[in-house]
């Protein structure tokens, strides 16, 4: 049986170009990205997903795919979906910062440990506070929630030759500093608490010159630096969940949804 050149190649641009967006989502969103998953597994899941949804899609423009309109609108679909992967990366990022701080502050920063997802050394209480993020967004269902606003965004932001100079990338630089306020919020209470018991030492030691301040002074910082995890750790999800809003926001700016 002969099929026409241009059923085929509509066929091919009605999967090869919606599987490019979903496939640059699952390759750059947080957890689905680690090193530790096979690169194969992921395209399995993407080719999967992309074929379940592809009948539900609009049609795809009428554009030769291997021409220089096809090759851009192919790149079109692939920054898109890096886009809504690396905001899903930033809001676990948020909270391995904090955990950096908090490290830092309580001397727990000399313990590294090997961050799967970056395949970089992080202070072990930042490992921490990225273990918990993940969980909870697991338990959020946030990977299916993201590749359900991904499936959507076909409506909002249809393939073609524009898509890219309808992004909101500007709310993408303005998460950044959502990133940092919020690892700043959450990791304040511990900051000021470690700076009183650092106070107080120098107040003993400008008291009492002959004690050892670095023999006391470690062992007690970190001592109360895992006693203050352990009180503030009842806050996560409360932080987590106003970030994981501001987070949801900010994908429906980048694909024009209303959410």
């Known amino acids: 049986m002969e099929m026409p050149l241009d059923v085929v190649m509509d066929f091919l641009a009605g999967l090869l170009w919606p599987l490019a967006r979903i ?11 680690s090193q530790n ?4 597994v992921r395209m399995g899941l993407a080719v999967a997903i992309t074929v379940a949804v592809q009948p539900i899609l609009p049609p795809m423009p009428d554009v030769d795919m291997f021409s220089l309109g096809g090759m851009i609108i192919t790149m079109q679909e692939m920054l898109i979906g890096f886009s809504v992967g690396i905001a899903s990366q930033l809001l676990i990022a948020s909270f391995v910062l904090a955990g950096q701080i908090i490290g830092m502050q309580t001397s727990l920063g ?13 202070p072990a209480v930042g490992q921490f506070y990225l273990l918990l993020a993940s969980l909870v967004f697991l338990s959020f269902d946030g990977h299916i929630a993201l590749i359900y606003m991904v499936v959507q965004s076909f409506n909002s932001l249809p393939v073609g ?25 959450m990791s304040l209470s511990a900051v000021v608490a470690l700076l009183l018991i650092n106070f107080s030492f120098g107040v003993m030691t400008r008291a009492a010159p ?7 002074g470690f062992p007690i910082t970190m001592l109360s630096g895992l006693l203050i995890i352990w009180l503030t750790v009842g806050n996560f999800v409360e932080h987590f969940e106003r970030q994981w809003i501001r987070h949801i926001d900010l994908v429906c700016d980048l694909l024009l949804m209303s959410c």
């Open 161 to 185: 030759l524009t898509s890219m100079s309808e992004v909101n990338y500007s709310a993408m630089v303005e998460w950044g500093g959502w990133m940092y306020t919020m690892a700043l919020s």
């Open 210 to 216: 002959q004690l050892n301040i670095f023999a006391i």
């Open 37 to 40: 998953l096979s690169m194969r």
């Open 110 to 122: 000399f313990a590294n440990m090997v961050d799967p997802i970056n395949g970089q050394q992080v």
């Open 23 to 33: 496939s640059s989502t699952l390759a750059s969103m947080t957890l689905l990205s």
